[in-house]
């Protein structure tokens, strides 16, 4: 389980999502002011994604089912840079929010879904591989 890479890059996932939700708090009380069904959504899709790159972990015998788990946490990312993308565009176009006032640190914080997309692909990437090399050894049997 371990030793494969993928489940580096599901577990860097993960950890970065968990980053995310930690510390979400330091952009949250910025657009929730302006979006208040925000918080929960944001909150809800992170852990659905971290659940399901977690979950993608321990389905290592099975790599059919592993590859459609990370398929679907990949879209709930990006589903969720998305609703932040949009939600801070429409924040950007106010007149009554200032984005100047969003500190360095809430901007690492909003990166930490897009990077856990990127090991995401890497991860599913992976597994299409060993799937690949399982079919190969299979033929030559």
């Known amino acids: 389980m371990i030793q494969r890479i993928q489940t580096?890059?599901?577990?860097?996932?993960?950890?970065?999502?968990?980053?995310?939700?930690?510390?979400?708090?330091?952009?949250?009380?910025?657009?929730?002011?302006?979006?208040?069904w925000l918080p929960p959504v944001a909150y809800g899709l992170a852990?659905?994604?971290?659940?399901a790159a977690l979950l993608s972990v321990f389905l290592y015998k099975q790599r059919d089912q592993q590859h459609r788990v990370i398929?679907?946490?990949?879209?709930?990312?990006l589903v969720l840079v998305l609703v932040l993308g949009v939600t801070f565009g429409m924040l950007s176009y106010r007149t009554d929010t200032d984005l100047a006032t969003v500190d360095i640190g809430?901007?690492?914080?909003?990166?930490?879904?897009?990077?856990?997309?990127v090991f995401l692909r890497l991860a599913q990437r992976g597994v299409r591989k060993d799937i690949e090399l399982v079919r190969s050894m299979d033929r030559l049997r």
């Open 71 to 77: 398929t679907a946490a990949q879209w709930l990312d």
């Open 8 to 36: 580096i890059y599901l577990l860097l996932s993960a950890a970065l999502l968990g980053v995310f939700i930690s510390l979400g708090g330091s952009w949250l009380l910025f657009a929730s002011a302006a979006f208040a």
């Open 106 to 117: 809430a901007l690492v914080v909003l990166l930490c879904p897009v990077v856990a997309y």
């Open 47 to 51: 852990g659905l994604t971290a659940a």
